[in-house]
């Protein structure tokens, strides 16, 4: 392969907007935060302008909306180690990013559970306005009881979700289609501002929903945000083919990663008439970087030191819908249906390869990063890891998990970046306007 045949890493920075991301206890880490305040806008402003530095396609801000309370049927260990929690509200801090920047995209999380896609439709294309079209939108529909609970009401199971979803779509693709191409007059000697002959009336009578209005806002620079999806059951598999533009997935070996990635191009090409291809694979991935391998080492040990054992088991048990604290820490998990989230629970099912892996080591495991594959070593092990990935295991980008902040980000973009570029396997410039077209890009 040539530098210009080969195919460009898409990196996004996964984060959270509260004290801690995806590396549990990293909020005691003695690098994390230093002098920032992740309530502050100062904070996501630094965070913003690193990642476009690394020429980054987005910031990926992960979202739940309430603290998990599977773990003893409560919330109480997920409050007392800082498992996501506090979690603000994501949407938020997308203009102070976007605001910061002129590039980078921002993909929020959103769950379509509590929330009529009317205001869904309206918040995310005020955003894309604000952004100049560089919102995106990672759809989830609350697989965590908790959510339910603090809204007051019977969670509803995998599939019913999926159902709900689907209806959910069809109304946000009718409003965000709702204006047509010259819709805006904007004529200041008639006064005419829009023709609302060219603005439907969007009337959806469905099982789930329904509507009788016109879609408020104007068209974006996008249409509608880019639309993420992580679902891996056999169901969010089929979701996120048949809608996604880029799809999310956490795996923790080159094998696992080829089976999805051949899977979920059959299910795009065989069942929903796309190419495949056609829509971006990320997968998670965690970096330790360094001069040396030891020092990069070193700094691995000091990570995992922070994860406090009971904070990992309510975090597992949260995510997965199981209580954990159930089972004896040597027992082996075993692969069964979880009715939390399927695909990450894989991940810790092959986190050894295959061998059987116990309740305990499941949780440091999974604790340290939802078992993605963590890449330790130099600049040059970590892109010779990136590459691996795309070349084998079909990654078309990464979304690279939060250790401590902002330090991680800014070794990756200062150490990783130039080495993928000497490469040929990151950008050296933004070629689009919007996050889209970034995204796009072979
Ligand atoms: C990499 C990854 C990131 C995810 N991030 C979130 C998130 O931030 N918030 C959320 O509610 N669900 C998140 N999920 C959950 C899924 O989007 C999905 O709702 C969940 O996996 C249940 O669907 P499934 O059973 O089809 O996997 C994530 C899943 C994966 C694999």
Redesign the pocket.
């Known amino acids: 392969m040539t530098t210009a045949t080969k195919k460009h890493a898409h990196l996004l920075g996964?984060i959270?907007h509260g004290v801690n991301s995806h590396a549990t206890g990293m909020w005691r880490h003695a690098r994390d935060k230093v002098e920032w305040n992740f309530a502050r806008p100062e904070y996501w402003q630094h965070m913003a302008r690193t990642m476009e530095r690394g020429l980054f396609d987005a910031m990926?801000?992960?979202?739940?909306?309430a603290p998990y309370n599977t773990h003893e049927d409560s919330s109480d260990a997920i409050v007392k180690w800082a498992v996501q929690c506090p979690t603000h509200e994501p949407s938020t801090i997308v203009p102070i990013i976007t605001g910061a920047t002129k590039h980078l995209g921002v993909g929020v999380?959103l769950?379509t559970a509590f929330e009529h896609p009317y205001s869904m439709c309206r918040r995310l294309s005020s955003l894309d306005h604000l952004s100049s079209g560089r919102v995106a939108w990672?759809?989830?529909?609350?697989?965590?009881k908790s959510?339910w609970d603090a809204y007051g009401q019977k969670m509803t199971d995998?599939s019913g979700?999926?159902e709900r979803l689907e209806e959910y779509m069809e109304l946000c693709y009718k409003l965000w289609d709702s204006w047509e191409p010259g819709a805006i007059i904007a004529d200041k000697a008639s006064g005419i501002y829009a023709d609302p002959e060219k603005v439907k009336v969007v009337s959806h009578e469905g099982k789930y929903y329904k509507c009788n209005g016109r879609h408020f806002c104007a068209p974006s620079p996008q249409g509608r945000p880019v639309l993420w999806?992580?679902?891996?059951?056999?169901?969010?598999?089929d979701?996120?083919a048949k809608h996604a533009e880029a799809i999310?997935?956490?795996h923790p070996t080159v094998e696992r990663m080829k089976g999805y990635a051949s899977d979920l191009n059959e299910r795009l090409s065989g069942t929903y008439n796309r190419a495949p291809g056609s829509v971006k694979l990320?997968y998670?991935l965690q970096t330790v970087v360094a001069e040396t391998r030891s020092e990069a080492q070193e700094k691995y040990e000091r990570i995992r030191a922070c994860i406090p054992p009971e904070g990992a088991l309510a975090w597992m048990s949260g995510?997965f819908g199981l209580d954990f604290s159930k089972f004896e820490p040597d027992a082996i998990v075993q692969n069964i249906e979880?009715p939390?989230?399927?695909?990450?629970f894989d991940?810790i099912i092959y986190a050894k390869g295959g061998a059987p892996v116990t309740v305990k080591e499941a949780a440091m495991i999974y604790a340290q990063g939802?078992g993605?594959p963590v890449a330790i070593g130099t600049a040059a092990d970590i892109a010779d890891q990136i590459e691996h990935y795309m070349d084998e295991g079909g990654a078309d980008g990464f979304?690279l998990a939060a250790t401590y902040t902002p330090g991680c980000f800014e070794e990756f973009v200062d150490l990783v970046v130039p080495e993928l570029q000497r490469r040929g396997r990151l950008r050296t410039r933004y070629q689009g306007t919007t996050l889209r077209e970034n995204l796009l890009e072979h």
Not at 60 to 65: G, H, P, R, T
Not at 229 to 237: C, N
Request: net charge neutral.
């Open positions: 996964f959270q990926f801000i992960a979202d739940e909306l999380t769950s990672n759809i989830v529909s609350s697989y965590s959510e995998r979700r999926y999806q992580a679902g891996s059951s056999g169901q969010g598999r979701f996120a999310f997935a956490v990320i998670g995510h979880v939390g989230i399927q695909g990450l991940s939802m993605m979304m």
